[in-house]
């Protein structure tokens, strides 16, 4: 597998130059892309999506947060970048489980004005244009969370029963596997049990896509927990192309995807500090906010410090 070869170490050479660049120079900020030479597609909660022919789209990811199914109106800045790196280590990472949306086809060659792709470099890739399907594969390994609110209510995560007397944080005996429905812009997404996915997408897809997930999260956790960082949670996004065949798709174990705690900071029993939005759900909860559009404004220094935070955990993983 990759993650065994000379390869990583090349491809986390790459990273960790490139993220050094950041905090040496910072990235100019990008709220909303505004690319003229091609058709856009959608513009979700964070990510812009163009069409490249027919077979290809241009993923644009920004520096907008979505917080509580909420679009906030200040950006964090560089952001974007920082996704779009952590997830293409980590789609190269688990290259081997599933294939992953990114196409061989290069920026330049999508888009070959110089001005258009100034505005998008480090933060668009080329992928696959693929079905995406309607679930929300999220794994948790451990108690945090909604997970932690349902646990307090009926001793049980999304229908899954779990031992008793388990403390806020604590880690699971085992990570689960709690499926979500994928809401528009706008609309939360609403968690749902695994028979729901399978009358959903059938029976082989369903079983599919929980099975690479718990693989995927397992993988990952290990090699995170070397680097100092706790996957506490995550989701995965997939879709299938004209063969049926299942692909990782969207973002892959990113701060806004993913819970990741400091190892070295871990107890049970309370909510530890966190290098994802975490930090930005902390400040809202502290709000007179009914977690409705439209979202409240950050102050200066939460945005500067969630950025700080993501930066971190690229670091700490491509190191």
Same mark, same amino acid.
């Given at each position: 597998m990759l993650h065994n070869g000379s390869n990583l170490r090349i491809i986390t050479d790459l990273f960790l130059v490139f993220s050094m660049g950041i905090r040496m120079k910072a990235p100019e900020t990008l709220y909303q892309s505004d690319i003229q030479s091609l058709p856009l597609i959608h513009r979700g909660k964070v990510r /812009?999506?163009? #069409?490249?022919?027919?077979?290809?789209?241009? !993923? !644009?990811?920004?520096d907008r947060l979505s917080a509580f199914d909420v679009v906030l109106p200040d950006p964090i800045p560089g952001k974007g970048i920082i996704l779009t790196e952590t997830s293409n280590f980590w789609f190269s990472y688990m290259q081997d489980i599933v294939p992953n949306q990114v196409a061989d086809i290069s920026l330049e060659q =999508? &888009? *070959? /004005? %110089?001005? %258009?792709? #100034?505005?998008?470099?480090?933060? =668009? @890739? !080329?992928?696959?244009?693929?079905? =995406?399907?309607?679930? %929300? =594969?999220?794994?948790?390994?451990? &108690?945090?969370?909604? $997970?932690?609110?349902?646990?307090?209510?009926? $001793?049980?995560?999304? $229908? @899954? *029963? &779990? *031992? #008793?007397?388990?403390?806020?944080a604590d880690k699971l005996p085992e990570a689960i596997y709690t499926p979500s429905t994928k809401a528009a812009v706008g609309d939360h997404d609403e968690n749902v049990d695994f028979d729901y996915t399978r009358k959903l997408i059938g029976d082989e897809l369903a079983q599919q896509i929980k099975d690479v997930s718990l693989k995927l999260y397992t993988l990952a956790a290990e090699y995170a927990l070397q680097r100092g960082i706790i996957i506490a949670d995550t989701k995965f996004e997939f879709g299938v192309d004209d063969n049926g065949k299942l692909t990782l798709i969207d973002e892959a174990l990113t701060p806004d995807s993913s819970r990741f705690w400091p190892a070295d900071q871990y107890q049970p029993g309370i909510s530890p500090p966190s290098f994802d939005k975490q930090y930005v759900r902390d400040y809202l909860e502290s709000l007179d906010w009914d977690k409705k559009a439209p979202g409240p404004s950050l102050p200066q220094e939460i945005a500067d410090k969630t950025a700080e935070k993501y930066q971190e955990a690229l670091q700490r993983l491509t190191q």
């Open positions: /812009d999506i163009y #069409a490249v022919g027919d077979e290809h789209l241009l !993923v !644009v990811t920004t =999508a &888009l *070959p /004005d %110089e001005q %258009e792709r #100034a505005q998008v470099y480090g933060r =668009a @890739i !080329v992928v696959k244009k693929l079905k =995406a399907l309607p679930v %929300e =594969a999220i794994v948790r390994g451990y &108690l945090i969370g909604s $997970g932690w609110k349902d646990y307090q209510h009926s $001793g049980s995560v999304c $229908g @899954i *029963p &779990l *031992p #008793a007397n388990l403390q806020m």
